[in-house]
T-cell receptor
Framework: AAGVIQSPRHLIKEKRETATLKCYPI?????VYWYQQGPGQDPQFLIS???????DKGSIPDRFSAQQFSDYHSELNMSSLELGDSALYFC??????????????FGAGSRLTVL | AQTVTQSQPEMSVQEAETVTLSCTYD???????LFWYKQPPSRQMILVIR??????QNATENRFSVNFQKAAKSFSLKISDSQLGDTAMYFC?????????FGTGTRLKVLA
């Protein structure tokens, strides 16, 4: 069965550079979530989209932006990268909005390292 | 504010034995969902089990079951017949109105 696809799996950037992470949800899933998991930390919610509209916003820095496109894939753009942005970034998808009744399926994550 | 607390940073269990991971949460909402996710060394997040708050019956999924105590706001995970493949980080998660909130995790090690 198709899963949530994240790319790239690994990314190394310098401070103050820009990075873009991509997420391709499970086919027919219309809701995408982004999470950031620092080393030894629990996943922190960043932002979610439902039907291409932002549905909720968590602890996403102003330097980050995201959007969901017409094919439901999503991109997380991170600018002016800082060392503290080094983390595993998870994307998850679900069908039918952000209700808890809709189980999230997580991608394998994109590991960003900022040097 | 909604919070999720996992008070056991690390646990270990012998293979084939039973272990219980604890989770407490705080919310003023009446309708919500609780989850346990497993994160093995691969760092993939895998759903283990889900519980709807309005259901009194505890959820079970093969060797995994929960003890959901709504009044006490407690949601523990019991793993029976532990297997080496159960070694992972386990996160308790809560979703109320919109977004998932994760606990800090319990690192479980199954010993041969």
């Amino acid at each position: 069965a198709a899963g949530v696809i994240q790319s790239p799996r690994h990314l190394i950037k310098e401070k103050r550079e820009t990075a873009t992470l991509k997420c391709y949800p499970i086919p027919r899933h219309d809701t995408v979530y982004w999470y950031q998991q620092g080393p030894g930390q629990d996943p922190q919610f960043l932002i979610s989209f439902y039907e291409k509209m932002q549905s909720d916003k968590g602890s996403i820095p102003d330097r980050f932006s995201a959007q969901q496109f017409s094919d439901y894939h999503s991109e997380l753009n991170m600018s002016s990268l800082e060392l503290g942005d080094s983390a595993l970034y998870f994307c998850a998808s679900s069908l039918g909005g952000t209700s808890g009744a809709n189980v999230l399926t997580f991608g394998a994550g994109s590991r960003l390292t900022v040097l | 504010a909604q919070t999720v607390t996992q008070s056991q940073p690390e646990m270990s269990v012998q293979e084939a034995e039973t272990v219980t991971l604890s989770c407490t949460y705080d919310t003023s909402e009446s309708n919500y969902y609780l989850f346990w996710y497993k994160q093995p060394p691969s760092r993939q997040m895998i759903l283990v089990i889900r519980q709807e708050a309005y259901k009194q019956q505890n959820a079970t999924e093969n060797r995994f079951s929960v003890n959901f105590q709504k009044a006490a706001k407690s949601f523990s995970l019991k793993i029976s017949d532990s297997q080496l493949g159960d070694t992972a980080m386990y996160f308790c998660a809560f979703i109320g109105t919109y977004k998932y909130i994760f606990g800090t995790g319990t690192r479980l090690k199954v010993l041969a």
